[in-house]
């Protein structure tokens, strides 16, 4: 039994690896919708979403959401990165209250709320901040290292 061997020309060698690269940016890229806060119901995030990663590697999205007249923070680690038996723990989420979108640092922290070991969500508690300036802040523990994630600061 003979092997065939493909030659492949730069071009096509070039376009089979950008083919890949999408691929595989489709697999590990992927992170969940949250559709509802714990006792709520439908919540609208507010404000940008915030990565937890390293090295160009994202692992949890952090988000902030308002509904039923609270705010909410809110981290989800993905699916790739839980259903590959990763050892983390979201250490906690919180929401954070700021004199202004210009502050160096918050003034307050509510609904905060601790993670356990591979919980793959984990929601601040409801929050009465939606008059005051809010961001979503969550630390997040791979095993090794802690690595921490604020959104945009919301007025």
Same mark, same amino acid.
């Given at each position: 039994?003979?092997?065939?061997v493909v030659?492949?020309?730069?071009?096509k %060698?070039?376009a089979?690896?950008?083919?890949g690269a999408?691929?595989?940016?489709? *697999?590990?890229a992927?992170?969940?919708?949250? @559709?509802?806060?714990?006792?709520?119901?439908?919540?609208?995030?507010?404000g940008?979403?915030a990565?937890i990663?390293?090295?160009?590697? %994202?692992?949890?999205?952090?988000?902030?959401f308002?509904?039923?007249?609270?705010?909410?923070?809110?981290i989800?680690?993905w699916?790739s990165?839980?259903?590959?038996?990763?050892?983390?723990?979201?250490?906690? *989420?919180?929401?954070?209250?700021?004199?202004?979108?210009s502050?160096?640092?918050?003034y307050g922290?509510?609904?905060?709320?601790?993670?356990?070991?591979r919980?793959q @969500?984990?929601?601040s508690?409801?929050?009465?901040?939606?008059?005051?300036?809010?961001s979503?802040?969550?630390?997040?523990?791979?095993?090794?290292?802690?690595?921490?994630? %604020?959104t945009?600061? %919301?007025?």
């Open positions: 039994m003979s092997a065939a030659m492949l020309t730069p071009m %060698r070039s089979l690896i950008a083919a999408v691929l595989l940016g489709l *697999v590990t992927t992170n969940a919708v949250a @559709e509802s806060a714990p006792g709520c119901g439908p919540v609208t995030q507010i940008s979403t990565y990663g390293d090295n160009g590697q %994202r692992w949890a999205s952090v988000k902030q308002k509904g039923c007249g609270k705010n909410w923070a809110y989800y680690t699916d990165t839980h259903s590959a038996g990763a050892p983390y723990t979201p250490e906690l *989420v919180v929401i954070e209250k700021w004199a202004s979108t502050a160096r640092e918050p922290h509510a609904g905060l709320r601790n993670g356990g070991y919980q @969500e984990l929601w508690g409801g929050t009465d901040t939606l008059s005051t300036c809010t979503a802040y969550a630390e997040w523990n791979s095993g090794a290292m802690t690595y921490r994630a %604020r945009d600061i %919301r007025c």
